[in-house]
Structure formats: C-alpha cells, structure tokens
C-alpha cells in the first residue's frame, strides 16, 4: 500500500496569513492526488483533485501544486471559516490512502 | 440538488453484522461509482472499497476481505455497504462517496453525512 505522510499535524496561524500543508507518498503517484477540508462533525469536502485543479465552489485561496512523491496545499489570505482539518489522499491505484490530517487553527 | 443520504446510526455487538445505506438522490445513480470510507476515533479516513453500479463489480482493501460486501439497488439509487463479525476497533463514522472521473483523474466529490457504528458488548 501507499503511505501518505502529511506534514505538519497541526498549525496555528493568524487571518490573513498563508499557509502551506505538506504531503508525500511513499512512491511516486503521478497527479493522482486530491485534498479534503474536514470541519467537526462534517463530511470531508473535496477542495482539489488531480494534485492542482480547483473544485468548482472553492474559493481561489485554496491552490494545489505537486506531482509525484511531493504535493502542496496553499490557504493563501487565511479565513476563520478555514479552520479544519485537511487530509490527502491518493487514487493511483487501490487501496486508496490517505494522509493523517493536518488541523489548521487560527490565532 | 446532488446528495447521498445514508441510514441511521448503529449499535451493535461482537461478533454481529452491520448494513448502512447509502440514497443518491439529483443524478444518475449508474453514472459514477460508489466508495465506502471510514473514520475511527482519533484515526485517519480509511478506504474500504468500491463499487460500479453499473454492472455491480465490486473491489475490496484486503484489510477488509471477507468482511465486506458493497451491494446497490439501481431501481432504488442506493448502495450498501455490509460488515460482518464486528469488532469493538471498527466502532467508527462510516461514510459513502461519489467518486466522479475527470479525464483519467478519479477524486470523491459527494459524501454521504456519515453513519456512526458503535460496537459495544
């Protein structure tokens, strides 16, 4: 199976800020990556799939970038209704696989 | 609107089989697969496997093999997701997932709102 390692596990920032989530995969995965925003109590909400391409509805401060074994998740101009938890996950091939989850809080 | 509403929570004991529902409801039930995924408490999302429900095929994590049976009911737009021989670690948040394909990219873009199961003797 493929791991998913995402880093950090938490961070606090302030609005206004930027910040950047990390995840690797333990082989290369191509662009066979999408991230989630999960708030308490919530489904997971798709914010990016194919490593880089925008879900319709979701707000331009969200931006993806990456291939192969390295991907980022940018929250450009962070907003308190950002405050969640986000997660990787892979479909390159099954099972598919996902991060641990970061939990972005704000100050 | 497009939405997937699943059954209600559960308990159940050791050793019992459990079955969630998962309804589609604003698009065309054959036109996207259905995943099962998981959450445990204090545990990342786990993919359990997959369903096409246009001919029924099914595929499993091997984690799971045996356990698990994805079925659906076209005429009803509903797939299911069956667990059996439960154990206290698969008290989790279960969810169902449409999985939408844009060009050759797969990515789960509808979730169900979760069903809890408890398993508690």
């Known amino acids: 199976d493929i791991q998913m390692t995402q880093s950090p596990s938490s961070l606090s920032a302030s609005v206004g800020d930027s910040v950047t989530i990390t995840c690797r995969p333990s082989?290369?995965?191509?662009?066979?990556l999408s991230w989630y925003q999960q708030k308490p109590g919530k489904a997971p909400n798709l914010l990016i799939y194919?490593?880089?391409s925008l879900q319709s509805g979701v707000p331009p401060r969200f931006s993806g970038n990456g291939s192969g074994t390295e991907f980022t998740l940018t929250i450009s101009s962070l907003q308190p209704e950002d405050s969640a938890t986000y997660h990787c996950?892979?479909?390159?091939?099954?099972?598919?696989?996902f991060g641990q989850g970061t939990k972005v809080e704000i100050k | 609107q497009v939405q997937l509403v699943q059954s209600g929570a559960e308990v159940k004991k050791p050793g019992a089989s459990v079955k969630v529902s998962c309804k589609a409801s604003?698009?065309?039930?054959?036109?996207?697969?259905m995943h099962w995924v998981r959450q445990a408490p204090g545990q990342r999302l786990e993919w359990m496997g997959w369903?096409?429900?246009?001919?029924?095929?099914?595929k499993y994590s091997q984690k799971f093999q045996g356990r698990v049976s994805i079925s659906r009911d076209t005429s009803a737009s509903t797939a299911y997701m069956e667990l059996s021989s439960l154990r206290y670690e698969d008290t989790a948040l279960y969810y169902c997932?449409?999985?939408?394909?844009?060009?050759?990219?797969?990515?789960?873009?509808?979730w169900g709102q979760g069903t809890t199961v408890t398993v508690s003797s």
């Open positions: 997932a449409r999985v939408h394909v844009y060009y050759y990219y797969y990515t789960m873009d509808v």
């Open positions: 194919a490593a880089s």
């Open positions: 082989q290369n995965i191509s662009h066979f």
């Open positions: 996950q892979h479909s390159y091939r099954t099972p598919w696989t």
């Open positions: 369903i096409n429900p246009v001919n029924g095929n099914t």
């Open positions: 604003g698009y065309t039930f054959t036109d996207y697969a």
